[in-house]
C-alpha cells in the first residue's frame, strides 16, 4: 500500500508541473516532496535547472537534466520547492533538511515561489517546527547564547554539515508574531549565514495537498 502522506507529495508535485512553462529554467528545491516533483520532470521540457542542494543537482543530473550556474543566468521565473511549514501568508519555515541557504539564493533570484506541502504543513503561525540556523563553526557557542536571549532552546545538528561547510542549531520554542521582522533579527545575529524563516522570500503559490486532492492557495 501507497504511504499516504507519499501520495499527497506526489499530487501536489504533479500539480506543480502544469506551472512550468516549456524552455525555462527552473529554480528545484530539496527534499521528499521536491524528489517526487524530480521524478516528474522527464514529462515537461525544460531548458535546464537550477539546484538548491548537491543531493537535487545529482538526482537532476541522473535524469540527464542540464544543470546551470546561477551565476550565468539572469532572473529566472520561477522556483519550486516544499517546506516544514507555511502560514497563510506564504511565510516558511525550511531547512529541515539542511539546504536552506541555498535555496534562500535560488529562491531570492526567482520572480515566483511555489510551495508544494501536505496540508498537515499549514500551520496559524510558525515556530512549532524548529528553525534552523546555518552558522559559521567558529560562531557556534557565540550564536547559541544569543538565541537563548531570544527566548530559544538551540540544538546542535551533531555529525551534519552544509553544503557550505558550515553548522546548523535547530531552534526550539521561537515566538514568531512577525516572521519577516523575525528573519531579520536572526541574519543580524554576527556568524549566521542564513536562517530557515522564509519571509523575504515567501511562496507566491501553494499547492496544499490533502486526503481529497490538491488545493491552490494563492
Ligand atoms: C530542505 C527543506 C525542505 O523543503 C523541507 O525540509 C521539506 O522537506 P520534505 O519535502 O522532505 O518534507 O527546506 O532544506
Known sequence: MTDPKLAQKQAAAKAALSYIDDGIILGVGTGSTVNCLIDLLPQVRIKGAIASSEV????????GIEIFDLNQVGELDLYIDGADEIDADGNMIKGGGGALTREKIVAAACR???CMVDDSKVVSSLGKFPVAIEVLPQA??????????LGGEPVYREGFVTDYGNVILDTYDLIIDNPAEFEQRLNNIVGVVCN????????TLMLKAHEGGVQTVQ
Request: net charge positive; proline share 0%; hydrophobic share 45%.
Open 112 to 114: 515566483r515561489f511555489i
Open 196 to 203: 530557515g524563516i522564509f519571509a523575504a522570500q515567501s511562496a
Open 140 to 149: 557556534r557557542s557565540y550564536v547559541a547564547r544569543q538565541l537563548v536571549k
Open 56 to 63: 537535487t543537482e545529482s538526482r537532476l543530473k541522473s535524469l
